[in-house]
Nanobody
Framework: QVQLVESGGGSVKAGGSLRLSCGSS????????MSWFRQAPGKEREDVAI????????YYADPMKGRFTVSQDNAKNTLYLEMNDLKPEDTAMYYC????????????????RGQGTQVTVSS
């Protein structure tokens, strides 16, 4: 059982930055993949990025490329999401997720997820 806790959300103005953190109860280097995704009210889940923690390979969704950066700190068992040049359309609940089955990672299906942290961007 992997427990994930997100933090770092808040309210910012357009063009601002935030760094989200996701603390894991397990060694993240032992987790096959981790992901950030977001969901706004009334909208479907939108993938932000996925990281294969064993080798650090990261894939970003196209709208996030160049603005969002995922990183990991194995010593702290923490995954980060650095978000720059935020836009009102980035407003959503942001979730951290984890998965140990490779086929589920490929399908972007995750067994474990946190409670989320709210990001609100005003114009």
């Amino acid at each position: 059982q992997v427990q994930l806790v997100e933090s770092g959300g808040g309210s910012v103005k357009a063009g601002g930055s935030l760094r989200l953190s996701c603390g894991s109860s397990e060694y993240i280097s032992n987790i096959y993949c981790m992901s950030w995704f977001r969901q706004a009210p009334g909208k479907e889940r939108e993938d932000v990025a996925i990281i294969y923690t064993f080798d650090g390979t990261i894939y970003y969704a196209d709208p996030m490329k160049g603005r969002f950066t995922v990183s990991q700190d194995n010593a702290k068992n923490t995954l980060y999401l650095e978000m720059n040049d935020l836009k009102p359309e980035d407003t959503a609940m942001y979730y951290c997720a984890a998965e140990n089955a490779p086929y589920r990672c490929r399908e972007r299906e995750f067994t474990y997820r946190g409670q989320g942290t709210q990001v609100t961007v005003s114009s």
